[in-house]
Structures are given as C-alpha cells and as structure tokens.
C-alpha cells in the first residue's frame, strides 16, 4: 500500500493506494475511537477520567484550559452517535470539499472553542457550565452545507433551508425544556458562526431565497457617454460600453479540465471548475446536436 501526500487546498491530506484520505475522515475517526475508549473507562469503573476531559466552567476558571478543546471528544454510547457521525461526514465532506481541507479545519476548530467561551461567560456570572460531546459543532457543519446549498432535497423534497429551520427549532425547544438556555445561545450562534463564514468564502446564495439588501432610489441621470460614428455622435449608455467576456471554446475547456482530472483525479476539481465542465459538455453536445 503507498501512502501519497498531496499539497493542493482542494486534494485530500494524503491517500493509501486509490483511496483519498480527507480531514473529515480523520475527523469521525478520532470520535469514533474516543467513543470506544470512553466505553471502555465506563464498562472498567473508571468514568472519573472522563470529567478530566470534559469542559466545566469552573474547571477552566481554575486552568484547565484543555477542556476547551478535549470536551468535543468525550463521548457516551449511544444509538444516535452512529447518525451524528454519518451526518458529518456527509455535510463535512461537502463543506470540505467547497473550502479545502485547511479552511475547514479552521472552520472546525473554531466552532469547538466557541461553545465554551460562551458557556464560560454564564460561569463567570455564577451559573456553573458543563457540556461533553460536539452536538452543535457538528450542526454547525450542516449549517455550512445549508449555506452551500440551500435548496438541496431532503426529506418528501423539502429544501435544506427548511429542514435547517425545524432542526434549529425542535433542538431549541429540546434545550429549554431540560432548562439549559445557554445550549440554545450556543447553538445559534454556531451555527450563524458557519453561515458568515461560507459567506465570506464566496457562497453567496440567498439562505430563504431572498436577498436582505437595502436600496435607496436615486435621481441621478444614468451616465452616458458619447462615440463618434458615421453620421454624427450617438449616445452610448454605460451599462452597454462593458467589455464582454472572452468566449471561450467548450472544447478547449474540457481538454483543460480533463487533463487536470487525468493527472490529479477528479477530486482536484474545485466547484466552479465541475461547473464549467459540466457546461463544456452540455455545450459540445448541442454544438453536435444542431451539426445534424
């Protein structure tokens, strides 16, 4: 088995034989094994090495600034575990895939360290604070998806807004049922913390269908300027003066496309780059279509 390593932002972080190894299969993988260590601390009576690693406001209060980062990784058995982890490796593959294996990390790494400083503010006011497990974080990645993609089908072809909006909702309720209103403020903001980071990525598709943009009507006469033509000036508006973009050959493009997918795979593929590719063939085959 050869283990390749690959340097692009958009490959995997390395691959065994043919098979890409991406940060979010490390991801499931270490809370899949931490499940199954604190499984085994459990069933062997030693579950007190468990709220060494578990965030606890006044634990950090007092130093213990691991729990920050280790809490998102203890784990109790449960059924539900095995559909969070399917979960986020479904999303996170695909928010992966948009930003690149080190954005994401980042992305990830940010979204466990801001459920306990905001717990820990609670703390400080003397409401004592303690979470296990990375619930909201891994919500958070289906709300980077949402924000990817949000009219995607889910269940009965209800779109991922929506499914987004009643999974926000039931979880909120959930939380304040049990008396636990700071989980919801965790919650929501990690999740509006994954959105304006897509945002700020470039996916800029309207979350509800809407754009929120404000406009204010101007009385300022368009702008025009004048060209000389055969037979005196004509007026030329600005709008019309912009310089077209080059076209490009569709079969040019593929050529170029599947080059990089002949030499790297089809995973080095950024998404406006599948998109392209996806044109060229659509074009080349209505080039051909209208030959006939």
């Known amino acids: 088995m050869s283990v390749t390593f690959q340097h692009g932002q958009e490959d995997p972080l390395f691959t065994l034989g043919e098979f890409p190894v991406r940060l979010i299969t490390l ?7 931490t499940l199954i260590a604190c499984s085994l ?4 009576g030693h579950g007190a090495w468990l709220d060494l690693f ?6 950090v209060a007092q130093g213990q600034i691991w729990r920050l980062f280790s809490y998102a990784f203890v784990a109790t058995p449960d059924i ?18 948009g930003l690149g294996w080190q954005r994401f990390g980042i992305l990830y790494a940010g ?22 497990g990375a619930q909201e ?3 958070a990645v289906f709300a980077a998806f949402v924000a990817m993609h949000p009219g995607a ?6 779109a991922a807004r929506w499914v987004f909006v009643a999974l926000v909702s039931i979880s909120s309720l ?48 368009p702008d025009s300027r004048f060209s000389v033509v055969s037979g005196g000036l004509s007026s030329v508006s600005a709008k019309d003066s912009i310089p077209k973009p080059p076209h490009v050959d569709p079969e040019v493009e593929m050529d170029r496309l599947l080059e990089k997918i002949s030499s790297k795979g089809i995973e080095s593929l950024s998404r406006e780059e599948r998109t392209a590719l996806e044109n060229a063939r659509r074009a080349i085959l209505q080039r051909e279509g209208g030959g006939r």
């Not at 499931?28 to 094994?33: E, G």
Request: proline letters at 4%.
């Open 27 to 33: 991801l499931v993988a270490a809370h899949c094994l």
């Open 41 to 44: 601390l459990l069933s062997a």
């Open 54 to 59: 578990s965030y606890s406001s006044a634990g």
């Open 80 to 97: 539900w575990f095995l559909f969070e982890m399917l979960m986020l490796y479904y999303f996170g593959k695909e928010v992966e895939n």
């Open 111 to 132: 979204l466990i360290l801001l459920g306990p400083l905001l717990l820990q503010a609670f703390g400080y006011a003397g409401i004592p604070q303690f979470a296990i």
């Open 137 to 139: 974080v891994d919500f």
């Open 153 to 158: 089908q889910f269940f009965f072809g209800m």
């Open 174 to 221: 959930q939380y304040l049922a049990v008396h636990q209103a700071p989980r919801v403020l965790v919650l929501i903001s990690s999740s509006l913390l994954a959105i304006m980071l897509m945002r700020r990525a470039g996916f800029e598709e309207p979350l509800f269908g809407w754009g929120f943009q404000w406009t204010l009507p101007s009385f300022k006469k």
